[in-house]
């Protein structure tokens, strides 16, 4: 078996479990004695301490899974109730699927109130000559060791009599390692190696890793859990949490090419992330390092900008908040331009620019000072959606010289730039003549004006859009709009109202044109169906910096319907 997949998977699962959490809380009762109603728990990864300050990944879920299923037994129906549990038994069968263990029978009697995987190294043995060879550890919290010591000891004497074992029992510094030396039974036992460590119980793909962790343990500045960076990262989110993940950046990247170093260890790039359990679903609460700029920068908004209030009730996809020039400075001076983050910003500014040829960052960012709004909206009758965008007039940007650009540049691209009266506004329309024959005379055709993009000047603010229609949309009074939705109140209802802005999808209702159009959110889709599922829409909001750490909360409006 390949480790890397495996690794993934068993991460996917976590995350699943975390998931079905959220999606069972909008059923609880509120007089539920449940520990976990309160968001979770008031503590951090104990097993961080057997982690290297740079171990590229880390989830860890602290408390037991039988917590977390325990939220659907107060759901609102018995349909629902048993649909929760069948799907957390799912989870745990397809995690363990590899493994040959029975996770009711063999694992739930003993097991503890942490569960933590991590990748711990990128090459543990640092041989050249075989390859590179990542380290892999399951650490496992246990409520009662004379149980785990029996579970370990069943396996082993099962594989004993079977004759499927070739184990090597070693002390290392005072604790007991038993591992599978044959490398072709490593292939059908990812996690071969395995000790015991107080109330921990550890699995790893090679005794090596389980020496490295017991060394990081006995040298308290050699892990993670002391290392100031983490410790900085984990004061900044003070609520309750049932689940920690860290992950370094420049390791995270290296890992998943498979590299034996990072290209640039010089760089420090950290994000963790707390997830609590929240009414109607679950909050992630980040903290970033590496980002330079303001150290201490408090959030400049108390409510959704009024640039906000033009995008309709059904747009699916929005991104909101003021000057998106400095925004996009803060971004472009505080990440390195060699880190893993800029690269792919950077991937992505071009993947939209190219289309448009314009460059966004010279031409577009720099006038936007004020509010601005993004947004997607599907058309009634299907085809392609359409874009709106709404931008505040700032005194110091000449805004009719910046609109006379963008018309030259339509015509330049040969389309034809005209006025229009609509909605008692005169809008500038771009269209291109595109001739079309009737199917069934040949001999008859007719010309369709072809809209490629409508601005208009609003009040205080300009406005774009890809078609008539979606401008009609945005500058209509009658029409309704999305932060008049209850679906968007909800949205938010996790998130403080101190934010920078937000940015808003609706899963449900964008899934079939993402994955249509971005071929990455099919394979999102795909590993995280379960999740994707029960997942309404998600909501990110940014709170500023503090001593140097960038803050952001993540909202999962999730439920079983």
Do not use: C
Request: proline share 6%; hydrophobic share 40%; glycine share 6%.
């Amino acid at each position: 078996m390949k480790l890397r997949p495996f690794f993934i998977t068993l991460i996917v699962g976590v995350i699943l479990l975390l998931s079905l959490a959220g999606s069972s809380v909008s059923w609880i009762l509120k007089p539920s004695p449940l520990p976990l109603l309160a968001g979770g728990v008031m503590k951090e990864p104990i097993t961080a301490v057997f982690l290297p300050k740079q171990a590229p990944v880390m989830v860890s879920l602290l408390t037991n899974p039988d917590r977390l299923d325990g939220l659907g037994r107060f759901i609102a129906s018995p349909e629902k109730r048993r649909r929760s549990h069948q799907e957390i038994l799912t989870i745990e069968k397809t995690l363990l699927a590899k493994t040959g263990l029975d996770y009711q029978s063999q694992i739930q009697p003993w097991l503890g109130e942490e569960i933590t995987l991590a990748v711990t190294s990128l090459d543990y043995d640092h041989n050249p000559n075989n390859g590179i060879k990542p380290g892999y550890l399951l650490a496992v919290s246990t409520k009662d060791q004379q149980l785990a010591n029996e579970f370990l000891q069943a396996s082993y004497s099962a594989e004993a009599i079977a004759g499927t074992s070739d184990l090597v029992f070693e002390s290392y510094k005072g604790v007991n390692l038993i591992a599978q030396e044959n490398p072709n039974l490593k292939k059908n036992t990812p996690l071969s190696a395995t000790a015991v460590v107080g109330n921990m119980v550890l699995f790893a793909n090679d005794i090596q890793v389980l020496k490295e962790s017991i060394n990081n343990v006995q040298v308290p500045d050699l892990n993670l859990k002391n290392a100031p960076g983490y410790q900085k990262a984990l004061n900044t989110i003070t609520d309750p949490r049932i689940a920690i993940v860290y992950t370094n950046f420049p390791e995270l990247s290296a890992w998943l090419a498979n590299l034996p170093i990072p290209e640039l260890p010089e760089i420090t790039q950290t994000l963790t992330i707390a997830f609590s359990i929240k009414e109607e679903g679950l909050v992630a609460q980040t903290a970033l390092i590496g980002v330079s700029g303001d150290n201490n920068r408090s959030p400049i908004l108390s409510e959704p900008v009024e640039a906000f209030s033009y995008l309709p009730a059904n747009t699916i996809l929005t991104a909101t908040g003021t000057n998106l020039n400095q925004l996009w400075q803060q971004i472009e001076t505080g990440l390195d331009q060699d880190s893993p983050l800029q690269q792919l910003l950077n991937r992505s500014i071009s993947h939209l620019e190219e289309p448009l040829g314009v460059n966004l960052a010279k031409d577009v960012f720099p006038w936007v000072k004020g509010e601005f709004s993004l947004g997607l909206v599907p058309k009634e009758e299907g085809g392609e959606a359409d874009w709106i965008f709404v931008a505040q007039k700032n005194p110091d940007v000449a805004i009719d010289e910046v609109l006379e650009t963008f018309d030259e540049w339509a015509e330049n691209a040969g389309y034809t730039v005209g006025n229009l009266s609509l909605l008692d506004k005169t809008v500038t329309v771009w269209t291109k003549l595109k001739a079309t024959v009737n199917q069934n005379k040949r001999s008859l055709a007719s010309l369709q004006a072809e809209v490629s993009g409508v601005h208009g000047n609003i009040d205080d603010y300009v406005i774009f859009s890809t078609s008539v229609e979606g401008i009609s949309q945005a500058i209509s009074p009658e029409f309704p709009k999305l932060i008049q939705t209850e679906e968007f109140r909800h949205a938010i209802e996790g998130l403080s109202p101190e934010n920078d802005g937000y940015f808003y999808l609706n899963w449900q209702k964008s899934e079939p044109i993402l994955t249509q159009k971005l071929p990455i959110a099919r394979v999102v889709e795909f590993g995280v169906k379960p999740l994707l599922r029960n997942l309404r829409s998600f909501t990110l909001s940014s709170q500023g910096s503090e001593n140097g750490i960038r803050r952001a909360t993540i909202f999962f409006n999730v439920g079983v319907e």
